[in-house]
């Protein structure tokens, strides 16, 4: 069967949340009409994440694990899933528990209903240190200020798109926080947002800190700022096709 949907998600030492994560999806995806399969990017995972992976791939195929040589970084392991997807629906999600699965078929509904290019999360009542959340809200107003853009949480990882807004999208580290930005870049603009479910971490631990992410998004931020201006997408409106005439070489 042609899989129409495919799920995302870049994992490293998330092995105590696979099991509970992958049960999560298959409830979540029981109504859903479209036939579907789940990529698993495991992004140079040191625990027992690869092991549960093939245990969760071994029991029920519509689960695919995609093994990176090494760590390369959360917007290479998406990119990777980008390119190994078979539907035309792409939707994104975290490994570590903290969004939910069950927000995927109201997303996707949306997406169809309004004919829009991408839906984007929006975490309500996030379980967030109060640091983490504040910093957050800066980090969103600063971003939009200088992209021009206008996404309410661009940390949110709960994103159903069509599959050809990332085809040929520039990929470096931290393209993931910038996705919605990236993707009207190529002309997608119908781009909506939904509020989605936000669940504490109970297990594993975040990889993420304020120190580890406010220099690198800074030059990530700055890096957008260029492509904005000097990124160039020739669109082919006809061509006219040659013909091979009799003597000539």
């Not at 140079?44 to 990176?68: F, N, P, Q, Y």
């Not at 996030?126 to 200020?145: G, M, P």
């Not at 393209?175 to 909506?192: A, D, E, K, S």
């Not at 993420?208 to 890096?223: C, F, K, M, P, T």
Request: proline share 3%.
């Amino acid at each position: 069967m042609q899989v129409a949907l495919s799920i995302i998600i870049p994992v490293k030492d998330e092995g105590e949340n696979i099991d509970i994560l992958g049960n999560e999806i298959n409830m979540a995806m029981e109504n859903v009409t479209l036939p579907w399969e789940c990529i698993w990017i495991d992004d140079g995972s040191t625990d027992t994440t690869v092991g549960e992976l093939k245990k969760l791939s071994a029991c029920d195929a519509r689960h695919r694990l995609v093994i990176l040589a090494r760590n390369f970084g959360q917007s290479a392991a998406l990119s990777v899933g980008f390119q190994n997807a078979t539907g035309d629906i792409l939707v994104t999600l975290d490994g570590d528990g903290q969004n939910d699965p069950a927000d995927i078929p109201r997303l996707i509904e949306k997406l169809q209903k309004h004919g829009a290019d991408m839906v984007n999360g929006v975490r309500q009542k996030r379980h967030d240190s109060f640091v983490r959340k504040i910093s957050s809200r800066i980090a969103n107003n600063f971003r939009d200020w200088v992209t021009g853009d206008r996404v309410t949480d661009v940390g949110c990882s709960v994103r159903v798109f069509k599959r050809e807004c990332v085809k040929g999208i520039p990929v470096f580290k931290g393209m993931h926080r910038f996705l919605p930005t990236l993707v009207r870049m190529q002309g997608y603009t119908h781009i909506m947002e939904s509020l989605v479910n936000h669940r504490p971490r109970v297990r594993g631990k975040t990889k993420y800190g304020i120190q580890n992410r406010l220099w690198v998004g800074l030059a990530d931020l700055a890096a957008v700022k260029w492509m904005q201006s000097r990124l160039v997408f020739p669109e082919v409106q006809s061509m006219t096709s040659t013909t091979h005439r009799e003597g000539e070489e």
